[in-house]
């Protein structure tokens, strides 16, 4: 799939695009789909495209069956895009030419210029006009699937039993909020830079100790992000930070300030703001969340189950070795 298909995908909802490309093969067919042809020439241009968008290096790969298996799955995805769009020719569910416009709008306002979106689609294999054909071709197809999809329902006794089989997804874990005064030491400092460090920190704990207040030492002391907010770090649980700075910040009391903690980031001071206990969230509480991720999971079973009837309808004939 190619950079600007990419971005139209994740543009649409449930879309199943096609990646055809404008070009026409010279060098014959990987696959037969009811009698049309999808080229090697799209099959290697997806491929290559795959290995970008995977981060896969060809030459580093030891195994040469694992490349076969990794176009076996470009082809097999072309397959169903194919199948797709025999399908949206059918039943003549083609997207509007509004709907086209407001793709490709969509495209090119992620492009500083006209003329880097046209050299983009160049890049890719297009003229303006194949790319507009491509297009239609893509929203046509998402259109069709998300007519699929909307078949799915959700009931509430699927609603109760997520929430009754899955309890540890509903646990809110202690929470504390608490702000920090941080010095950078890095982890490769010498003994010398370490005192220093020591001497700086001491001298804050010092003026705490003398009643200053610790979100205003914060403000001029502390050497991270949090500065500019009194040290604030919000609400965290234990997990969402380094094990010494946890076990410091949850054995410490509210109002409370620790003594001086060691991380591999430098040396700290925090106070703690608030203490929120472990909780469960009810199910009417989660009951919209649940919904919303047991409709998507619908949703996109009925585009695979979809994609599976129409390959058991359908003539398909692989004609490279990939197996």
């Known amino acids: ?23 026409v093969s010279a060098y014959g067919a990987a696959a037969r789909v009811n009698g049309i042809e999808i080229t090697n020439a799209m099959l290697e241009k997806n491929f290559e495209e795959y290995q970008r968008e995977n981060n896969v290096n060809i030459a580093g790969i030891r195994y040469p069956n694992r490349v076969k298996e990794m176009k076996l799955e470009v082809l097999e995805e072309l397959i169903d895009q194919e199948l797709v769009w025999q399908v949206v020719q059918q039943k003549d569910l083609y997207a509007s030419p509004d709907d086209v416009d407001k793709s490709i709008e969509q495209l090119r306002s992620q492009f500083d210029s006209e003329d880097a979106f046209l050299t983009r689609i160049t890049i890719e294999g297009f003229t303006p006009d194949s790319y507009r054909e491509h297009v239609h071709r893509m929203v046509s197809a998402s259109l069709y699937m ?6 799915a329902a959700v009931t509430d006794e699927q609603v109760r039993s997520f929430y009754a089989n899955n309890p540890d997804k509903f646990k809110i874990p202690e929470m504390v909020q608490a702000r920090h005064i941080l010095l950078n030491v890095h982890p490769n ?15 804050i704990v010092a003026e705490l100790d003398a009643g200053a207040q610790f979100e205003a030492l914060a ?30 910040a949850f054995a410490t009391a509210v109002g409370e300030v620790s003594g001086v903690v060691e991380t591999v980031y430098g040396l ?5 703001e608030d203490r929120r206990p472990p909780q469960v969230v009810s199910e009417e509480m989660a009951w919209q969340q649940i919904y919303d991720y047991l409709l998507d999971v619908e949703r996109r079973q009925a585009v695979k189950d979809e994609i599976s009837t129409l390959r058991a309808a359908a003539d398909i004939k692989i004609l490279v070795s990939l197996q």
């Open 1 to 23: 799939m190619t950079t600007v298909t990419r971005a139209l995908a994740i543009a649409l909802a449930l879309c199943l695009c096609s990646t055809a490309t404008a070009q």
């Open 146 to 151: 998300h007519r699929v999809s909307e078949n």
């Open 189 to 203: 400092a010498n003994e010398e830079m370490r005192g220093k460090a020591r001497e700086r920190i001491n001298a």
């Open 219 to 248: 403000a001029v002391y502390s050497e991270d992000s949090s500065k500019s907010s009194g040290g604030d770090l919000g609400y965290f649980h234990r997990g969402e930070m380094v094990e010494p700075f946890a076990e410091a």
């Open 268 to 272: 700290h001071i925090i106070k703690i």
